[in-house]
């Protein structure tokens, strides 16, 4: 049986690679934690290409102007409706910004309307107990960005399963570090990146 | 040389010998059992016939030109008058037709309706309501799948027709499902869910931790349907599993959960080759990843891929078990052509349909005439050529002839002494 791979999407209109180390730090987390066979090596798969179904979790990431071409909507739509999910994180931490406000609405035109996660969600249990709801980043509480305290996730629901979650919180910062520098923590901050992926290979 | 009235005199006593001749003869007849033979013409014919001959004295020989399948009611008559001695035969060009319903352990439909027809004209599968299929003339087979168990189902073909009444539904528990976290539990799960099965799952994440679904509950037949065992996530519950499927539950066993030691007993391949994908344009479930299976005396191949099997059942005591050789079938969804996702839930949902335990409970009385022509040669045998029998005349119309014939000879008789002047 196939081994769980990461995927991040590359899109032709952003810097989709901003966070170059976070892919081998969710595996080394996933790995860590968790008996799920994974591929030790993270995969870039453009979204324009029919591959992209190959990986039912993607994650996408950047600062600038967000927007799918033609070939790339229709892929994330095909994915979506097959039962994959998008990871789609906020680089810049800043609901001002110009990644958030192009993102949202091409999420909106491209899946529907994200709204508001409830913090409930079993995506706080799906590994890792977070009762508060998702976890603050140091970019958060340092005043970075927009200088708030994002108190929910964002998603699109296709049913009870969430088919994309989109974060303000700048996880995209907060885990691009290489795996070994885990050891200077007193609490892994990957772990809420544990409960997307067993959320996503469970729901 | 005798005078004319002589003559006369011989003519009368003639008459009078005959009379009495035919008289014994009547005798004989009302007290002798009767050698005739009857034969009735064409379906409709049947009852009348049947009627007299039943009230009457009863031939021998019975022999019906048919032009349609006789009714349950004529059958029933035909078998009474076998019952009661006479040899019953018919003749006459007629094509078998049937029609079956079969309670089906799945969400999506309760009944397969299957009927066959095998003569030149087109065969109609009805309802109570409408017309549910049809069929050409000379396309034996015809099948259904209803989603309500009760109700009559007709198959109609020229002037004959054969019905069905469900007479019982299958009661589905849940199905379990267990496997590791990866994409294939995943995409099953969701098949199932889709399908309209209630599913319950355990899915192991972590050593000692699974992200359960459902409140898990023991693995009996009194809680589950099947069980799906993808890999070895399901060791630890192979004990529990085993005594399920010999009483009766169904288990589909993924080639991971196959290859453990802890189902040996219940796997119906022995572990051949590690699966390997294939390589093609669509992205098939006979493109994913495939490993082919050897299939034993006490098993059956239910799917092939080129040329080896790569899906075998068996029965274990009560139970049935489904091995798979495939090892990726979530990819046929995902990157599957347009309908992939779709094939890939009614496959699965097909499978877990033939393994399924599914208690039953009644609906109906089961009341039907399902194989009317097979009735007809159960109750008067084989169709026979028309045997050289008296012509369709009764019984009682030959003796009308009779007693025609003897108060003819008594009247002439006595016409003649009273015309020479005798008493």
Known sequence: ?203 | MLLPADRRRWFEAGCRTAAVLVLAGMLYRALIPSEDSARAESRNAAISELTRVSVNDLPSRIHFDLDGIPSPTQRAWQRALRGAGSKISWSGNLEPIAISIRPVAAPSAQSIVTATSFGPSAALLRDDISTIDSASGGRPLISASLPIASGRVRVVSGNDSAYATASDSAALKSILVIGKANWETKFVLAALEEAGWKTEAAISVAPSIAVTQGSIATIDTAHYSAVVALDESADSRAASIRTFVRSGGGLILGDAAARTTAFTALRVSEPGSPPRASTGDTVTRALSAFAPLRVGSDAIAVEQNKGMVSVAAKRVEFGRVIQIGYADTWKWRLQGPARGIDEHRDWWSHLLAQVAHASRSGVADGAGDPAPYSDLVNVAGLPSAQPQLSKPLSRSSSELLWMLGLFTLLLVEWASRRLRGAR
């Not at chain 1, 958030?100 to 890792?128: C, M, Q, V, W």
């Open chain 1, 1 to 203: 049986m196939s081994e769980f791979t990461f995927c991040t999407g590359r899109y032709d209109s952003g810097d989709w690679d901003s966070a170059p180390t976070l892919p081998a730090n969710l595996i080394d987390s996933v790995a860590r934690y968790t008996n799920i066979a994974v591929a030790p090596s993270a995969v870039i798969v453009p979204l324009s290409s029919p591959r992209i179904l190959a990986y039912p979790l993607v994650y996408l990431t950047g600062h600038l102007p967000f927007r799918f071409s033609e070939a790339e909507r229709e892929n994330a739509r095909k994915l979506v409706d097959r039962g994959g999910m998008f990871f789609i994180d906020d680089h810049n931490h800043d609901i001002g910004g110009v990644f958030h406000k192009t993102a949202i609405e091409e999420i909106t035109r491209t899946f529907g309307k994200p709204s508001e996660l409830k913090n409930d969600h079993a995506l706080y249990r799906s590994f890792f107990n977070f009762p508060d709801g998702p976890p603050a980043t140091s970019h958060e509480l340092n005043g970075w960005g927009d200088n708030l305290v994002h108190k929910n996730l964002l998603a699109v629901t296709k049913g009870q399963r969430i088919s994309v979650l989109y974060s303000n919180k700048d996880y995209s910062s907060e885990w691009n570090y290489h795996p070994d520098n885990k050891r200077f923590s007193s609490v892994d901050n990957t772990r809420f990146g544990v409960n997307i992926i067993v959320y996503a290979l469970t729901r």
